[in-house]
């Protein structure tokens, strides 16, 4: 029986664009969608790990694993060239949370195969500032991993990319073994890899390394073999290997192994048994059986690559040998160390210099240790260029200018997913919202927030606040709760009158194992017939939301807008109404014409977001003109709520919506 040392790894891994889902801005999306793709399915909604990351970790906890290795998705942290999302920066550094609270140590990739489209655009690992912007990508992520994290992958299998990149297709991989590698891309690679763990050397104690996806080569036996198993391995395993001598860590991931035959040396790729042959694929008669059968010489695993990694000559660093017509040539690139980056364009929301201080405090307590202010603005500097723009600087295009006459009255702006750029206090988010001709915003819960700032942030520019969430939210299912509830209603309205709110939002909590629906549908009726009682004689009204529970709310009781509407005719007070967000009842397969016709009157207030990821209309396959015109056909007048998390910066993602209420007749 084997033992393994105390503090060994058991864990699981993934990739960000395989599992999380809805990655628009990553160069794979592209492909997927591309006219005549050879990539067989794309990857849509996926496993919708970004949402149900804790439900995996918990999956891997509960099977016993204790090491979860996750990737940061580039494309998320830096949709477009210069563009930074804060909030998905704070995404990931929740995942390292969660890891912690179900007992399993974080590992973090920070490039799994895919790039941002921008990337790929601006020439992929060609591009001759690569290696740069993978390092500006490296310091925006360190908030990431500062701490709580002691192990960094820079780049999962940079073998593998660097044959993607070689441009043969992925289905290849599997199907005929591995392509030349693309020895441009291997350099810069690994001038990236140098570079990233440059930056992360910074974090004391953060140990960083990449992982390559290495093979069993074995020779069969026949003369030759040998020699053409070094020249097929080397630039495509053991070139990155010798690489790694002085990371930290090398990734080791292997998935099978590869015969040789002399013969095939040079061969092409092609199909028949001959490559099954070279590859150790096991044709029909070989099944179950061992590679004998087709000629192998059976060793003892490892042999052959002791046996290699001993007098293969060990190539300078940023070397290659490149095959050519004539012979062999060399291929010398080294790095350009005077190359810069242009100046990084970034929402004033990343506030980096002063986020560092709190963001990348480590608790470790060795020298070294980031906690000074003025460390942090001496680790951006090689980020933050002389004549640096913020997205309050650029030529935007004006919301006002192209829209109907008050069309942006038209709507309202969440101040917890919109305008972050403007920084942390909803007063200032405010601010910026009126700034740009919007005169309704909504808030979520109020306890944690400063009401006098947001009053006087109210009052200097007229801005209405349209809703406010009743705080604390607690489970309307269970009638145990409702006491404290009714006193959280209460304790809302005031603050709600406080702030000139006419409305207070409630949700009905989560659907309970050990009582009926119908128990939990009573109680529910119950508690928000004496909240409306609260609210009589004044001007606010409570707004039932149902929420979909197959990404966001799983396991939430209400998720029905029709079953919401016969809650809000059951308790029959003019202060009870509901909120139809759209997003939510779209995600449920709803049509708004059928559930919403003859029920109109019953609508509160309107939300609406995109289909998929909840980002700004405009920006998935919703189509918005068409839902929101049957709104208005059905006798809504209200404003319509943007609750949705933006793609870019919040006045560029406004567009898509100007451009909707702009085509609604007035």
């Known amino acids: 029986m084997l033992n393994f040392p105390d503090g060994f790894l058991w864990g699981a891994a993934t990739a960000a664009h395989q599992v999380e889902g809805n990655n628009i801005n990553s160069n794979w999306w592209v492909h997927e969608h591309t006219p005549g793709t050879s990539i067989v399915e794309p990857s849509g909604d996926a496993m919708d790990s970004y949402h149900r990351y804790r439900e995996d970790m918990r999956l891997l906890a509960d099977a016993g694993l204790n090491s979860y290795r996750f990737s940061v998705e580039w494309a998320r942290i830096e949709p477009e060239r210069g563009f930074v999302s804060r909030a998905e920066i704070d995404h990931y550094r929740r995942m390292v949370d969660a890891a912690h609270e179900f007992g399993l140590t974080p590992i973090v990739t920070l490039m799994h195969f895919t790039v941002p489209r921008w990337f790929e655009r601006d020439g992929f690992w060609r591009a001759p500032d690569a290696a740069d912007l993978f390092a500006r990508y490296t310091e925006l992520?360190?908030?990431?991993?500062?701490?709580?994290?002691?192990?960094?992958?820079?780049?999962?299998?940079?073998?593998?990319?660097?044959?993607?990149?070689?441009?043969?297709?992925?289905?290849?991989?599997?199907?005929?073994?591995?392509?030349?590698?693309?020895?441009?891309?291997?350099?810069?690679?690994?001038?990236?890899?140098?570079?990233?763990?440059?930056?992360?050397?910074?974090?004391?104690?953060?140990?960083?390394?990449?992982?390559?996806?290495?093979?069993?080569?074995?020779?069969?036996?026949?003369?030759?073999?040998?020699e053409m198993l070094r020249e097929y391995g080397y630039p495509r395993d053991d070139w990155y290997l010798e690489r790694s001598a002085g990371d930290d860590f090398v990734g080791v991931q292997a998935y099978t192994r590869t015969f040789h035959r002399p013969e095939r040396a040079t061969a092409g790729i092609g199909g028949g048994r001959d490559d099954a042959h070279r590859l150790g694929v096991l044709p029909a008669g070989c099944r179950g059986r061992r590679p004998q059968c087709l000629g192998a010489v059976r060793r003892r695993a490892g042999d052959g690559h002791r046996e290699r990694h001993r007098h293969i000559r060990r190539h300078p660093p940023h070397r290659l040998h490149r095959r050519g017509a004539a012979g062999t040539a060399r291929h010398d690139r080294r790095r350009d160390h005077t190359r810069g980056v242009p100046a990084l364009e970034r929402p004033r929301q990343l506030r980096v210099g002063e986020r560092i201080p709190s963001d990348l405090r480590s608790h470790r307590g060795r020298p070294g240790d980031i906690r000074a202010h003025a460390q942090a603005q001496s680790r951006l500097a090689r980020i933050r260029r002389p004549g640096e723009r913020t997205l309050g600087s650029r030529d935007a295009p004006s919301l006002t200018g192209l829209c109907h006459d008050g069309a942006m009255s038209a709507l309202s702006a969440n101040m917890e997913l919109m305008f972050v750029e403007a920084g942390e206090r909803t007063a200032d988010r405010i601010r910026a919202a009126a700034a740009l001709g919007i005169d309704g915003v909504e808030i979520w819960?109020?306890?944690?927030?400063?009401?006098?700032?947001?009053?006087?942030?109210?009052?200097?520019?007229?801005?209405?606040?349209?809703?406010?969430?009743?705080?604390?939210?607690?489970?309307?299912?269970?009638?145990?709760?409702?006491?404290?509830?009714?006193?959280?209603?209460?304790?809302?309205?005031?603050?709600?009158?406080?702030?000139?709110?006419?409305?207070?939002?409630?949700?009905?909590?989560p659907e309970l194992d050990d009582r009926s629906r119908a128990e939990q549908r009573a109680a529910v009726v119950e508690v928000l017939t004496s909240a409306a009682k609260l609210l009589e004689g004044t001007d606010v009204t409570l707004l039932l939301e149902p929420l979909n529970t197959l990404v966001d709310h799983v396991g939430t009781f209400l998720s029905s807008t029709r079953e919401g509407f016969d809650i809000v005719r059951e308790v029959g007070s003019p202060h009870l109404k509901l909120l139809l967000d759209a997003y939510h009842a779209l995600m449920m397969d709803e049509d708004l014409t059928e559930v919403v016709a003859g029920d109109i009157g019953l609508v509160g207030h309107v939300q609406v977001a995109d289909i998929p990821g909840r980002h700004e209309p405009g920006s998935g396959r919703i189509d918005w003109q068409h839902e929101l015109q049957t709104l208005r056909d059905l006798g809504y007048t209200g404003r319509f709520g943007m609750e949705y998390t933006p793609t870019a910066e919040t006045r560029a993602s406004l567009v898509h919506i100007e451009r909707i209420l702009a085509a609604l007749p007035s």
């Open 141 to 226: 992520s360190l908030p990431i991993v500062s701490d709580g994290v002691d192990y960094v992958c820079t780049i999962n299998e940079p073998n593998i990319a660097a044959m993607l990149a070689g441009g043969e297709d992925a289905a290849n991989l599997v199907a005929y073994g591995l392509p030349n590698p693309d020895l441009r891309v291997a350099d810069a690679l690994l001038a990236s890899h140098t570079r990233s763990r440059e930056v992360l050397s910074q974090v004391s104690g953060l140990k960083s390394g990449w992982t390559i996806a290495t093979q069993a080569f074995r020779a069969n036996g026949e003369p030759g073999s040998e």
């Open 445 to 509: 819960g109020w306890r944690e927030k400063d009401v006098d700032d947001i009053a006087i942030a109210l009052e200097e520019t007229g801005v209405e606040l349209v809703s406010l969430i009743v705080d604390p939210q607690l489970d309307l299912t269970d009638s145990a709760t409702h006491p404290d509830y009714l006193r959280g209603v209460e304790q809302s309205l005031a603050v709600a009158q406080r702030l000139g709110s006419p409305n207070l939002v409630v949700v009905a909590g």
